[in-house]
């Protein structure tokens, strides 16, 4: 098991960073093609000095999020179609140049304070009359734009107003930022056409068809963090399903 310490002086629960330590293990398992079996109850104990009350919250955490499934008599798996994440990771597209294979980078087109409509009220449980931060972006590949990107965030992420994450993920920022781990989120494809804003900021033909990637991401304890729409003009991308 990898060596990790939790942080007993942290105002977080005990349980709610081993089930973060255990979804980011999760994540980066992505190229695995049959199920993985944790370590026992008294094993995770014994490893991160913690009860197996606090053992058993965290794995609740993660069955809750249908990253496991426990056996009787054989232990607790991963849930092998969780380990792989459906679409390309747009959202970290700086990671992709660091293997030199492509230029990545990204710019902003705007951050700011808006009304929510009823499906972000109720996608990510705010009240009436309350505002969410949303940022948009393009990001490109060898200078050549392929994704118009829409997040959303909650009151809670106002302090990424006013950042540029032109060469960093917001994603990667918050978890460094705030200490804060995430879900790998659920998906929806469909194809749409391209909008005014988009064909003017992508310089597309107008009514151009694109890939819409909608995703909601969550936190370790599955509450929905931000929300995420990936407009993607698709020659030449490869997609995994």
Same mark, same amino acid.
């Given at each position: 098991?990898?060596?990790?310490?939790?942080?007993?002086?942290?105002?977080?629960?005990?349980?709610?960073?081993?089930?973060?330590?255990?979804?980011?293990?999760?994540?980066?398992?992505?190229?695995?093609?049959?199920?993985?079996?944790?370590?026992?109850?008294?094993?995770?104990?014994?490893?991160?000095?913690?009860?197996?009350?606090?053992?058993?919250?965290?794995?609740?955490?993660?069955?809750?999020?249908?990253? /496991?499934? *426990?056996?009787?008599?054989?232990? &607790? +798996? %991963?849930?092998?179609?969780?380990?792989? !994440?459906?679409?390309?990771?747009?959202?970290?597209?700086?990671?992709?140049?660091?293997?030199?294979?492509?230029?990545?980078?990204?710019?902003?087109?705007?951050?700011?304070?808006?009304?929510?409509?009823?499906?972000?009220?109720?996608?990510?449980?705010?009240?009436?009359?309350?505002?969410?931060?949303?940022?948009?972006?393009?990001?490109?590949?060898?200078?050549?734009?392929?994704?118009?990107? /829409?997040? *959303?965030?909650?009151?809670?992420? &106002? +302090? %990424?107003?006013?950042?540029?994450?032109? !060469?960093?993920?917001?994603?990667?920022?918050?978890?460094?930022?705030?200490?804060?781990?995430?879900?790998?989120?659920?998906?929806?494809?469909?194809?749409?056409?391209?909008?005014?804003?988009?064909?003017?900021?992508?310089?597309?033909?107008?009514?151009?068809?694109?890939?819409?990637?909608?995703?909601?991401?969550?936190?370790?304890?599955?509450?929905?963090?931000?929300?995420?729409?990936?407009?993607?003009?698709?020659?030449?991308?490869?997609?995994?399903?």
């Amino acid at each position: 098991m990898p060596h990790f310490q939790l942080n007993k002086d942290s105002s977080e629960p005990l349980y709610k960073q081993l089930a973060a330590f255990f979804i980011e293990e999760i994540k980066n398992k992505g190229g695995l093609e049959k199920s993985l079996k944790l370590p026992t109850e008294r094993e995770i104990s014994e490893s991160f000095a913690v009860s197996r009350i606090t053992v058993r919250q965290a794995l609740k955490i993660l069955e809750d999020q249908d990253l /496991i499934e *426990r056996e009787q008599g054989k232990g &607790t +798996f %991963l849930k092998p179609h969780k380990l792989k !994440e459906s679409g390309t990771k747009l959202y970290t597209l700086s990671r992709v140049a660091e293997n030199g294979s492509h230029a990545a980078r990204s710019k902003l087109v705007s951050s700011s304070l808006e009304l929510a409509n009823d499906q972000e009220k109720e996608l990510l449980g705010l009240a009436e009359d309350t505002y969410i931060v949303v940022i948009k972006r393009v990001h490109y590949m060898d200078d050549i734009p392929v994704c118009f990107e /829409i997040s *959303r965030f909650t009151q809670d992420f &106002t +302090f %990424l107003l006013g950042k540029n994450f032109a !060469e960093e993920s917001i994603q990667t920022f918050i978890e460094r930022e705030k200490n804060l781990s995430f879900a790998a989120p659920e998906r929806t494809i469909e194809i749409v056409y391209a909008s005014k804003e988009i064909t003017h900021f992508m310089d597309l033909e107008p009514n151009r068809p694109l890939i819409l990637m909608a995703g909601i991401t969550t936190d370790s304890s599955g509450s929905v963090s931000f929300l995420t729409q990936e407009y993607l003009a698709a020659e030449g991308q490869k997609f995994e399903i």
